[in-house]
């Protein structure tokens, strides 16, 4: 028989654990789906670190690589104080590099070894002396700079060194005389001339069982004026004033046998910027 709207109405209420509802494959879904898309992204990050780990960072200043290890944001600048990583040139004459590209970077890697030929022994015997300035000087102004230094390294020159009036050292002893770059800069660059200050430091004195002038270090800017001849930046002019010189350090002299065995055993360097 129905029952009337007037009826009391029956409720059947299940137990709580049946109540709920049971995990189904299909609700499990979404998280495999999670963990899957999380793997991929990982995979990801993995494989372009691992492709990116020993790739050099591009200067976008002058177009070289430069190390990793800079500073966030350095590379959207040039660095001016750090070395371009750019070979040396190759080509030399009497032991001195040229060649040097038509580049501000070539100009200042032409100063650099310019001034290590301006500061070499060589400087104290003529005749070594005008192959220098033969193999660094502009044609145009080489009679000019030839007796300019000539009035500079003369037999009084020589002695205050330990020389004698040929530039040689006494039997027995070693002469040193090397210069250092530490750094260079451009303080006025042009396409046919420019002017380059190379800051060094240098060593000075005679070696040897008698001597009385032992090695002593200098600090000095030499800065270097040069003409493009067309193929490679020779100088024009040169100036020195002294400094800057850091403080001494808290060292050990060297022996004056451990000095003129390592002018003997450590060549020099051809720089680059």
Known sequence: MPLSDDQPHTRTRLPVAEQTAPVTGRQARPLRTLLTVLGIVTLLVVAVAVANRDKPAVDRGNGTTTSGDRAAGAAASPDRTAASGQQPVTTTANGIGTGYPHTDQGAQSAAA????????????????????????????????????????????????????????????????????????????????????????????????????????????????????????????????????????????AATAKEIADAVQQFGGFRYAR
Do not use: H
């Open 113 to 252: 070894n310019y001034a290590v030929a301006l500061g070499s022994a060589d400087m104290f015997r003529t005749d070594s002396r005008r192959t220098v300035l033969t193999t660094i000087a502009d044609p145009t102004v080489l009679p000019t700079l030839q007796a300019r230094l000539d009035q500079a390294f003369t037999p009084e020159t020589n002695a205050r060194y330990g020389l004698d009036a040929q530039g040689r050292a006494p039997k027995g002893q070693t002469f040193v005389n090397r210069v250092v770059p530490v750094g260079t800069r451009t303080t006025n660059g042009a396409d046919t001339a420019t002017r380059v200050d190379v800051w060094c430091t240098g060593l000075y004195g005679i070696t040897g069982e008698g001597s009385v002038i032992p090695v002593t270090q200098d600090w000095y800017t030499l800065t270097v004026t040069m003409r493009w001849t067309g193929s490679d930046w020779k100088l024009t002019d040169y100036s020195r004033a002294a400094g800057p010189a850091p403080l001494p350090a808290d060292q050990q």
